[in-house]
């Protein structure tokens, strides 16, 4: 387990509002038929997960004078080995300044800037107000992450195929109170609703897969479930709380008290059987 980072800094700030993904992307990769790649260059990973976010170059420290094209077709012929999705993330720092346009010359689409958000959980409220009739459960047999699976799966409108990989990838990682990697799910009327999971990565507790069913949402259920697993990180001895915020969430994730620390863009690219 990494050291927990306990100074909070802007410098300390800005560095878990990236490097949490990284560390998060080559811990999923390093799953049961996973496959990683980390140099200071070059970091990447497959999970087999049907979710670029899952299958992603996360660290791009290339020259210009290197064989990009080559660098990038080489990852894209790992991808379609597994006929999985993958995506790019070019992190501040990313070099060649003109990788975006690379990506996208090899069938990369753009999809945006996500926004890398911290916080200190000392500083995070001890409940935030939903329905009386939510309970918050970690996932700690296989039957309540299939009741996660369903809510992650309605959150994101899910295929079943993407359902089941990511099933299987999670069930592979074992379920139990001292895992770095820990899943939350949200019961409405004890209907499964929405997900969160913890990574305890890059000496910070990650939250990611924040997600709430549309028949859910707008009841508070999206900062409960993100504020139930950083409470049981702080409670770990963790100081900062780290995610990638989506345009949705991000008001959420400020009025739980994250800031914006950098943004990274994310490019896409699907094999052609999806």
């Known amino acids: 387990m990494d050291t927990i980072v306990k100074e909070i800094t802007p410098s300390t700030m800005f560095a878990a509002s990236y490097e949490h993904f990284v560390a998060y992307e080559l811990h999923c990769a390093s799953a049961p038929n996973g496959e990683t790649h980390d140099t200071p260059e070059l970091a990447w990973g497959i999970s087999g997960v049907l979710s670029p976010y899952m299958n992603s170059v996360v660290r791009t420290h290339l020259n210009p004078e290197d064989d990009i094209d080559s660098i990038i077709d080489t990852v894209i012929d790992h991808a379609k080995r597994r006929s999985t999705p993958m995506g790019w993330f070019l992190v501040p720092g990313s070099t060649p300044a003109d990788m975006g346009p ?126 139930a697993p950083l409470l049981e990180a702080r409670r ?35 094999p052609a059987d999806h």
């Not at 409220?125 to 009739?133: Q, V």
């Not at 915020?245 to 800031?259: E, H, I, M, N």
Request: glycine share 10%.
């Open 102 to 227: 690379k990506l996208e010359a090899h069938g990369f689409k753009f999809d945006g800037d996500n926004p890398g958000m911290c916080v200190d959980l000392h500083a995070l409220p001890e409940s935030s107000p939903t329905s009386a009739n939510l309970r918050i459960a970690e996932a700690l047999d296989l039957a309540t992450l299939e009741d996660w699976i369903k809510a992650w799966g309605d959150s994101y409108n899910s295929t079943p195929a993407k359902r089941q990989s990511r099933f299987d990838f999670r069930a592979s990682q074992g379920l139990d109170t001292k895992s770095r990697y820990r899943s939350y799910v949200a019961y409405l009327d004890d209907q499964p609703v929405a997900t969160s999971e913890l990574f305890l990565g890059a000496g910070v507790a990650a939250i990611v897969w924040v997600g709430t069913a549309p028949s859910a949402r707008g009841q508070g259920i999206g900062a409960a479930i993100t504020l």
């Open 236 to 270: 770990l001895g963790y100081r900062i709380g780290a995610l990638t915020a989506s345009t949705s969430g991000y008001p959420v994730y400020q009025r739980l008290g994250f800031q914006e620390y950098c943004r990274f863009d994310g490019y896409f690219w699907e």
